[in-house]
């Protein structure tokens, strides 16, 4: 018997898949049940978007380990979108060979500022950024403002930009956005989307 590639790509497929299937043991998975064995169960809302995803914490001795959807939740039935998948990297990342929760390393806890043409990162402190920050906000709003155009009463700034996080919940975004809309940006637009 004589076959085609695309028929012997086929079943070769469909034997991996076929062979993958019959060795899974779909009863338990040994490391993900020893890591959450003793761990307590916290049912929370995800904190990217406004869709009020369901998410179920797993926290072990205080430490958080482990994150996925909550079936029970109506709106995400226990699916999480990417964003909601990734969780736990907010503040921990799991040790898989010690079986033990760490901070973070990838997050940034310190001001990193690279002066213009410069190819060095430099530290600096907390409150020279928030100052920096400011000084260039306010040096740009009052450059840049507008009171009226064509006769009626615009008051805004259309040099500054806002882009909304979908790391903040609600309430911080929709506090940003009257800062904002206070300053006279009236260029918004939020990053929810995938």
């Not at 040994?30 to 914490?57: H, K, M, Q």
């Not at 010690?98 to 390393?105: A, I, K, R, T």
Request: glycine share 6%.
């Amino acid at each position: 018997m004589q076959i085609t590639r695309r028929e012997f790509f086929k079943l070769t497929g469909t034997a991996a898949l076929a062979a993958t299937i019959a060795g899974c043991d779909w009863d338990s998975d040994p490391v993900f049940n020893l890591r959450l064995e003793d761990a307590r169960e916290v049912t929370t809302v995800c904190p990217y978007c406004s869709c009020g995803c369901g998410a179920i914490c797993y926290v072990q001795n205080g430490s958080l380990i482990s994150v996925s959807g909550d079936p029970d939740n109506p709106i995400n039935e226990g699916a999480l979108c990417s964003k909601g998948a990734s969780l736990l990297n907010l503040n921990t990342v799991y040790n898989f060979r010690d079986h033990q929760p760490e901070l973070n390393p990838n997050r940034l806890t310190r001001v990193l500022y690279r002066a213009p043409n410069s190819t060095q990162w430099e530290e600096r402190d907390w409150q020279w950024a928030l100052d920096t920050i400011a000084q260039r906000v306010q040096t740009t709003r009052d450059a840049t403002f507008e009171r009226e155009m064509d006769g009626v009463v615009v008051n805004r700034t259309t040099a500054i930009a806002h882009l909304g996080s979908a790391a903040l919940d609600n309430e911080e975004n929709y506090l940003l956005a009257k800062l904002m809309r206070s300053l006279g940006v009236v260029n918004l637009d939020h990053h929810a989307r995938l």
